[in-house]
């Protein structure tokens, strides 16, 4: 599969951005979801998942309550909103796939897009 992330950018702190990711080779719905980021300095970190059907998410500590996974099987496409963006949201966010189940460890997910950056200005 290929995954293509986009929607990212420049927001001031308190604002929202929406990413999507678009899956293509095989239907999205083959695969568990999920978003990870990568701020400047540091290592990839895990967000947030969504399981094959989309009833179940799961979110890191950091993000629960603030952003929002889901996913459309009928459009092949993966989304992530973000809402009251902070400074340390900073980082480039990557969408990927999983033929099992979903979870937090990056080494679980085969298939990755290439990222797009948000930055979060203070």
């Known amino acids: 599969a290929q995954l293509v992330e986009s929607g990212g950018g420049f927001v001031q702190a308190g604002g929202s951005v929406s990413l999507s990711c678009a899956v293509s080779?095989?239907?999205?719905?083959?695969?568990?979801m999920a978003w990870f980021r990568q701020a400047p300095g540091k290592e990839r970190e895990f967000v947030t998942w969504?399981?094959?059907?989309?009833?179940?998410?799961y979110y890191s500590d950091s993000t629960k309550g603030r952003f929002i996974i889901s996913r459309d099987n009928a459009k092949n496409t993966l989304n992530l909103q973000m809402n009251s963006l902070r400074p340390e949201d900073t980082a480039v966010y990557y969408c990927?796939?999983?033929?099992?189940?979903?979870?937090?460890?990056?080494?679980?997910?085969?298939?990755w897009g290439q990222g797009t950056q948000v930055t979060v200005s203070s």
């Open positions: 080779g095989r239907t999205v719905s083959n695969y568990a």
């Open positions: 969504i399981n094959r059907s989309g009833v179940t998410t």
């Open positions: 990927a796939a999983s033929n099992s189940y979903p979870t937090s460890r990056e080494r679980d997910y085969r298939y």
